[in-house]
């Protein structure tokens, strides 16, 4: 068994890890977003803001990864490394958002040291925000002067599901299949945010069943996972750590100040915190799927007619990111339903003085 899943890991590398943890059905892998992604969907790179560093491991270490992501203008870069018992490898990616659609390019490459074969792989993946997610590329295995080419194709989504008293609920559905040889597998499962920093996923496949817990904030990510197959005896499991280093950027500032006498004007230049200049507007993905989940729910509660909830949900939008367009979509949703309320309230009062006015 140890071999078989060996091979497993140099036949296709990409796949086991990640904060996400519940991804044997791929819903997890191709959803994935940050530094990790490089290893899954490279989609989920263009939604990285900064600098993050990221580390993982199966079992008691016994192949250990490790990741490291930096956004370059618009074009996150992200480069990661893997060592197993008996294989290491490396992958490289980059990733485009044009919001709300994701894009990215990966290529990975594995060596097993003894059997001295190697394995490359490209991948090519698209996300449409946290809901959808698509991998696809070919894979290059060479064994003692022996090549072998098929193409792998994956694809996730997490799809709303729409309970009002019970809110961060989804269903998770994913797939993958290879041809040559052909191998495919399918799973779903559900994944429970009770909590905007706790996230728990569990998920059933053709081949196994897994759960995970993830616990996220705005600069740290922490997932735990376990797997086991329908047809092993043993258990598996990991960890991963994602971390967002912010690190202190600063830029000139010219003040205008007057000055009386002769100086009408002085030109000051002083160093400024970009956080805190008001021109500029810095928000973390975290910050906007947060918006973009409120703004979700406000619509359910609206549909429903809680027109009371809908108002709340949309002042947290606008108090996680007051400057956002989001922010400003839901001023106008909130002054548009204020508006209904009191119509409805003047309907609803005239009705009474008319029900009163009416003869016994």
Do not use: C
Not at 190 to 201: C, D, G, R, S, V
Not at 254 to 270: K, Q, S
Not at 328 to 354: F, H, P, Q
């Amino acid at each position: 068994m140890s071999i078989l899943l060996a091979l497993l890991l140099v036949s296709y590398p990409n796949g086991w890890f990640g904060t996400g943890p519940a991804s044997a059905s791929d819903a997890g892998m191709m959803l994935e977003q940050g530094v990790l992604a490089v290893e899954y969907n490279p989609s989920g790179l263009a939604w990285l803001d900064s600098f993050q560093v990221g580390v993982a491991a199966e079992g008691l270490f016994r192949y250990n990864l490790a990741g490291v992501a930096y956004r370059y203008q618009d074009w996150p870069l992200a480069a990661s490394v893997h060592k197993n018992i008996h294989d290491w490898g490396f992958s490289l990616g980059a990733g485009h958002l044009t919001r709300p659609l994701a894009m990215g390019g990966a290529f990975s490459a594995s060596f097993d040291t003894l059997g001295h074969d190697q394995t490359f792989s490209l991948r090519f993946g698209l996300q449409w925000r946290e809901y959808v997610g698509l991998s696809l590329g070919p894979k290059l295995w060479n064994a003692q002067d022996t090549g072998h080419l098929s193409v792998i194709a994956q694809v996730g989504a997490a799809v709303p599901i729409p309970i009002p008293q019970v809110e961060g609920l989804n269903f998770l559905v994913g797939a993958a299949g290879e041809i040559g040889p052909p191998h495919f597998r399918i799973g779903g499962g559900l994944a429970y945010e009770p909590f905007e920093w706790i996230k728990i996923q569990s998920v059933v496949t053709t081949e196994e069943w897994g759960a995970g817990l993830l616990l996220d904030n705005a600069d740290d990510r922490g997932g735990l996972w376990v797997r086991k197959g329908f047809m092993e005896e043993h258990w598996r499991f990991g960890i991963a750590y994602v971390r967002n280093v912010r690190t202190q950027r600063t830029r000139e500032v010219i003040v205008y100040r007057n000055l009386p006498g002769r100086v009408d004007t002085v030109y000051l230049t002083e160093a400024e915190p970009v956080d805190q200049d008001t021109t500029t507007h810095v928000v973390s993905p975290d910050v906007r799927r947060k918006q973009e989940r409120l703004m979700a729910q406000a619509n359910r509660y609206y549909a429903a007619q809680h027109y009371e909830d809908a108002i709340t949900a949309w002042r947290e939008v606008i108090r996680l990111d007051p400057s956002s367009d989001l922010a400003a979509r839901a001023r106008e949703d909130i002054k548009e339903v204020t508006a209904l309320i009191e119509t409805l309230e003047r309907i609803r009062s005239s009705r009474g003085r008319t029900t009163r006015s009416k003869p016994q």
